[in-house]
Structure formats: structure tokens, C-alpha cells
């Protein structure tokens, strides 16, 4: 029995925690690609955002034209409370933005419906620009996506966090939730992303430094970031002195439950 629990038993329990450590390669990210970490061969570059159901957009029209520019802009905004608007933070914020609909198209006065989902901002501009044309004669427009979250669902980190700029990393996005934990699997994160019209699930691997030349490496409006938990949780070691806390705590628990049942002489 005792050679039992020496050479087989106790070795085959020990490799199994040695392999369920977590490791700085586990961890660490920018990693050169490669023994397991994922490559992202095609260059991507930053595209501009394209509008999509269940945005809101902050418009705002500025004319000589006063009486019209009342009606359009729905009240005077000035200073610090035009900038909690575009963040989305005021308390009036549905005040003074236009929801795109199920069908694509935000309800704006004087105009009536403008289809703007697939379009750019720039391209929302001239779209807007193009049927104020008919009532007013000089004008600009200011127009911005407020409102802008994503999401994050993990072991340590669930919630709802807000864009707070037009090109934001998943680096910066993940230190706004505080970093991921130890036993998250950053190898399997999973992103659901909207993409023209349907909903799509894609898993990359966050430790790659090829990540920059991914479409992972910004985070859009209404993107969830699912990540997963590691097995490896199961045993609860992140580090050499919790290994070898462990190990010699087992060690004497197995020793002393086979005294135990060693029937005596």
C-alpha cells in the first residue's frame, strides 16, 4: 500500500499540480506568437464606425436662422452640460439625442425619418446636411454617438463600462474593468459584435502582441467581452510558494490518513 502511495498515487497527484499552475506565459500579455499563442497575420487598420440600430446620436444645428435652430436643437446647451451630452452622462441626456430605430432611422424635426444605420459619422453628416437643405439656407452640424458602452462578463470583472473616446484598445477598454484576474483564460476570450445586422461570436487570444493587427484590438459600442475561467481554478496555486504550500499540506494529510488505516501489529 505504501509503495502504492509513494510511487504511483503521490506522483501521478503532484504532476497533475505541477501542470496546473499558472504560468507568466498564462498571464503576460504582447507575446511573441506561437506554443499556443495565436497569430494575426492580416494587417487591419482603424475603419471608422458604422452606425447601427439602437444608437444615439447627439445632434446639434447651428444658423443664423434662431427660431429654427431652437426647434432643431430643442434648447440652449452651452459649456460642461453639451459635454456630459456627448459622454451620455446627463440625467436630460434623452433630451437632446435621436434613437436609430429597428428600422434604421432616427425621427428628426422639420425633417421626418433619415435612414443613417451603415453609414459613417461623416457620411450621417451629409446624409442630415442634405434634407436640412430644403428648410434651411446657411447652417452646420455637429453630430456625435453618445451613450457608447461595453460590457464585460468574467470571473472578476462584470459590468457595463463607458467609450469614452472614438478609438478606444482592448487594452484600455480591460483597464477600465481593473485588468483581468489570474485564472482568467485570456487565451478564449469571446467577443459578441454586431456586424451588419447579425449578431456574431468570434474568440481570440488576448496575449498575442499580433492582437494590434486584429479586429479585436478596438472595442465598439454594444461589443460584450465573455471571458472565461481557467481550469486551472480548480486548485487555486498562482505561484511557487502556493504550490509548495500545497503540496506539503497534501503530502501530510495522505501520510496521516494512511497511518491511520494501517492495521496495527
Given at each position: ?12 497527484f503532484?504532476?497533475a ?8 506565459r ?55 452640460v ?40 461623416r457620411?450621417?453628416?451629409?446624409e ?5 437643405a ?83 484590438y ?12 481557467m ?15 500545497f503540496?506539503?499540506t ?15 501489529q
Amino acid at each position: 500500500m505504501q509503495k502504492l502511495l509513494n510511487y504511483i498515487i503521490l506522483p501521478a497527484f503532484f504532476a497533475a499540480i505541477m501542470g496546473s499552475c499558472i504560468t507568466a506565459r498564462d498571464i503576460n500579455y504582447m507575446q511573441p506568437a506561437g506554443g499556443g499563442i495565436s497569430a494575426y497575420v492580416d494587417s487591419l487598420s482603424f475603419s471608422d464606425y458604422k452606425l447601427k440600430r439602437g444608437d444615439y446620436l447627439y445632434i446639434k444645428v447651428y444658423s443664423i436662422d434662431e427660431n429654427l435652430t431652437e426647434i432643431l436643437n430643442g434648447a440652449a446647451v452651452v459649456g460642461d452640460v453639451t459635454q456630459s451630452l456627448r459622454v451620455g452622462e446627463s440625467p436630460v441626456a434623452d433630451l437632446f439625442v435621436y434613437l436609430i430605430d429597428r428600422q434604421g432611422n432616427i425621427d428628426f424635426p422639420l425633417t421626418g425619418k433619415i435612414r443613417l444605420t451603415g453609414k459613417t459619422l461623416r457620411e450621417a453628416n451629409r446624409e442630415i446636411e442634405k434634407k436640412l437643405a430644403n428648410v434651411l439656407s446657411e447652417f452646420s452640424i455637429d453630430i456625435q454617438i453618445v451613450k457608447k458602452y461595453f460590457s464585460v462578463i468574467g470571473q472578476d470583472k462584470s459590468g457595463r463600462f463607458p467609450i469614452t473616446k472614438e478609438k478606444m484598445t482592448i487594452f484600455e477598454a480591460l483597464a477600465m474593468t481593473g485588468d483581468l484576474g489570474n485564472y482568467s483564460d485570456r487565451s478564449k476570450i469571446q467577443l459578441i459584435r454586431e456586424i451588419d445586422g447579425k449578431t456574431l461570436i468570434k474568440t481570440f487570444d488576448i496575449r498575442s502582441v499580433d492582437i494590434i493587427n486584429s479586429e479585436f484590438y478596438y472595442v465598439e459600442p454594444n461589443d460584450i467581452l465573455y471571458v472565461p475561467t481557467m481550469r486551472n481554478e480548480f486548485f487555486g496555486i498562482s505561484n511557487l510558494t502556493g504550490l509548495i504550500s500545497f503540496v506539503l499540506t497534501t503530502y501530510s494529510f495522505g501520510f496521516w490518513v494512511y497511518k491511520l488505516a494501517k492495521p496495527t501489529q
